[in-house]
């Protein structure tokens, strides 16, 4: 396994990233980019295990709920990041893949758990690479007035394929080793240039990633920004120009009809784990808004009760989903699990809907404060701390402890990593119409228009009511 320090250097591999206009040639001592690097490494360091054949929990394809429990318990015993989040996903999305594309060429199966052998044994951490450039959103792939929106094969020898073509806001790209290309969409005939999946080096030749992030600029106090600060990662616009793949790291080549199998299983693997975070993410949401009733003297009030009360039903509900998502969990031919596609687009839809809402609750609870509470620097400095103090010290709360409570709540959801979280909530593994999509497509709406047809027919006979499921 790779220490933080070793994965630190792993960084200086030659690999071209960009960010604010210019190359970044060690992220680690990048300023913008050191604390995501940083906590990366705190990452290898909590799972360092210096015994032969050791291995990060994230590694472990589950077979069984069970099994995916005791991974996520074995992987709570560590700290984790954005890169060790997007390896798990990624390659759950393809060993999930797998068997179907196995029965296309039994290489395809091969190639991918030799593939998850050689990230494990090597401890590396890999990007989902789905997201093209995309142009013309109406236009298909081979129809866009420049080739490259989407990602795709321009050349190939006995040894490989070349593929070139733009992904964006490809999440800790370059911060991890790989990038695991995927299609985004189903492919039709005559896009077989398009149908691509591979694993890519991040410093292989042709590579090139712009990065953004919401990491503070300057030289801010971290207490302002409790979560930006600490917790930031950035997003990768990564660009192929006539990048070498060799056959052993391809997944699928050419065959349209299988292009989609990847890009769901991502899907569903990466809304599963959002699901997860999303029913604790919503009771962290009722705990703050809880606390800030109570610094505003408000928490007996009526009307606030009945806001916390919605809260609560709200965060409620994302647990039932979640829970239910693992309920029913299914089962790949090759024994892998894989949660309800249903419950987790459901409630990935759900929770955007309703995230406005929590936040216009949460925002109401504590009052202009959230965005207006003067900043740590300020508060510190002599000729200022008693006047603001005093007015920011009331029961139950010391002042610290107001300004604590409305900074975390600025920058968790009306500032940098709140406004980047709000988006990401919403479009990360999926936006809204392609949570209905996959909804309508898990539904049984058989099942359910003979429930209607059953009602129908018993409408006006009391006696077959019941037998209709009325009451
Ligand atoms: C912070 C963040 C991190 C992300 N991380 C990753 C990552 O690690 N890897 C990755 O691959 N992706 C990542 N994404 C990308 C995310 O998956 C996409 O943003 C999402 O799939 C939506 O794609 P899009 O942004 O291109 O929007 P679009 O798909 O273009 O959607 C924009 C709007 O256009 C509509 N629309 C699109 N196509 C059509 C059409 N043909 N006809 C009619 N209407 C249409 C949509 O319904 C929507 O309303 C990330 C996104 C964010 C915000």
């Given at each position: 396994m790779m220490t933080g320090e070793q994965y630190k250097a792993?960084?200086?591999?030659?690999?071209?990233?960009?960010?604010?206009?210019?190359?970044?040639?060690?992220?680690?001592?990048?300023?913008?980019?050191?604390?995501?690097?940083?906590?990366?490494?705190?990452?290898?360091?909590?799972?360092?295990?210096?015994?032969?054949?050791?291995?990060?929990?994230?590694?472990?394809?589950?077979?069984?709920?069970?099994?995916?429990?005791?991974?996520?318990?074995?992987?709570?015993?560590?700290?984790?990041?954005?890169?060790?989040?997007?390896?798990?996903?990624?390659?759950?999305?393809?060993?999930?893949?797998?068997?179907?594309?196995?029965?296309?060429?039994?290489?395809?199966?091969?190639?991918?758990?030799?593939?998850?052998?050689?990230?494990?044994?090597?401890?590396?951490?890999?990007?989902?690479?789905?997201?093209?450039?995309?142009?013309?959103?109406?236009?298909?792939?081979?129809?866009?007035?420049?080739?490259?929106?989407?990602?795709?094969?321009?050349?190939?020898?006995?040894?490989?394929?070349?593929?070139?073509?733009?992904?964006?806001?490809?999440?800790?790209?370059?911060?991890?080793?790989?990038?695991?290309?995927?299609?985004?969409?189903?492919?039709?005939?005559?896009?077989?240039?398009?149908?691509?999946?591979?694993?890519?080096?991040?410093?292989?030749?042709?590579?090139?990633?712009?990065?953004?992030?919401?990491?503070?600029?300057?030289?801010?106090?971290?207490?302002?920004?409790?979560?930006?600060?600490s917790r930031n990662c950035p997003e990768g616009f990564v660009v192929f120009d006539r990048v070498f793949v060799p056959y052993e790291r391809v997944f699928l080549d050419g065959e349209t009809s299988h292009a989609a199998v990847l890009a769901h299983s991502l899907g569903l693997w990466e809304r599963a784990e959002g699901t997860l975070h999303a029913a604790d993410d919503a009771d962290r949401m009722v705990g703050l808004a809880a606390l800030l009733a109570e610094a505003n003297g408000t928490a007996d009030q009526p009307h606030v009760k009945d806001r916390l009360a919605w809260l609560v039903v709200y965060a409620t509900m994302c647990r039932a989903a979640a829970e239910a998502a693992m309920l029913h969990a299914r089962k790949t031919e090759d024994g892998l699990l894989t949660p309800s596609p249903l419950y987790v687009s459901a409630l990935k839809y759900y929770r955007s809907e309703m995230m406005a809402k929590v936040l216009d609750i949460v925002h109401d609870m504590g009052g202009s404060l959230i965005v207006n509470a003067p900043r740590w620097r300020d508060f510190d400095n002599p000729e200022l701390h008693t006047a603001l103090a005093k007015a920011l010290g009331t029961e139950p709360l010391t002042a610290e402890e107001r300004l604590q409570l409305f900074s975390y709540v600025r920058d968790t959801t009306a500032d940098a990593y709140g406004g980047w979280s709000y988006v990401t909530g919403q479009l990360a593994g999926g936006g809204q119409h392609a949570q209905r999509l996959v909804a309508m497509r898990q539904y049984d709406l058989e099942r359910a228009k003979d429930l209607a047809r059953k009602v129908l027919k018993s409408a006006g006979r009391a006696e077959e009511g019941s037998a209709a499921g009325l009451v």
């Open positions: 792993s960084l200086r591999d030659g690999r071209r990233t960009y960010l604010d206009g210019e190359r970044v040639t060690d992220p680690a001592n990048h300023p913008r980019l050191k604390v995501a690097v940083e906590r990366a490494a705190r990452v290898y360091d909590s799972f360092y295990d210096p015994r032969p054949g050791a291995f990060n929990p994230v590694y472990i394809m589950p077979k069984s709920v069970e099994e995916y429990e005791e991974r996520r318990a074995l992987l709570r015993k560590g700290e984790t990041d954005m890169t060790l989040g997007t390896t798990g996903v990624v390659l759950l999305a393809l060993a999930t893949s797998a068997p179907e594309l196995g029965h296309l060429k039994p290489e395809y199966r091969e190639r991918i758990y030799d593939y998850i052998e050689f990230v494990k044994a090597n401890d590396l951490r890999c990007a989902e690479v789905v997201t093209d450039a995309k142009g013309h959103r109406k236009l298909r792939p081979n129809q866009q007035d420049d080739p490259d929106f989407y990602v795709h094969v321009v050349d190939r020898t006995s040894e490989g394929v070349y593929i070139t073509g733009a992904k964006m806001h490809i999440s800790g790209a370059s911060l991890d080793h790989e990038l695991v290309v995927l299609p985004t969409k189903a492919m039709r005939p005559g896009e077989e240039a398009y149908a691509i999946a591979c694993a890519v080096p991040v410093n292989a030749p042709g590579v090139t990633i712009i990065d953004t992030t919401y990491a503070p600029y300057g030289d801010y106090d971290p207490r302002d920004y409790p979560v930006s600060g």
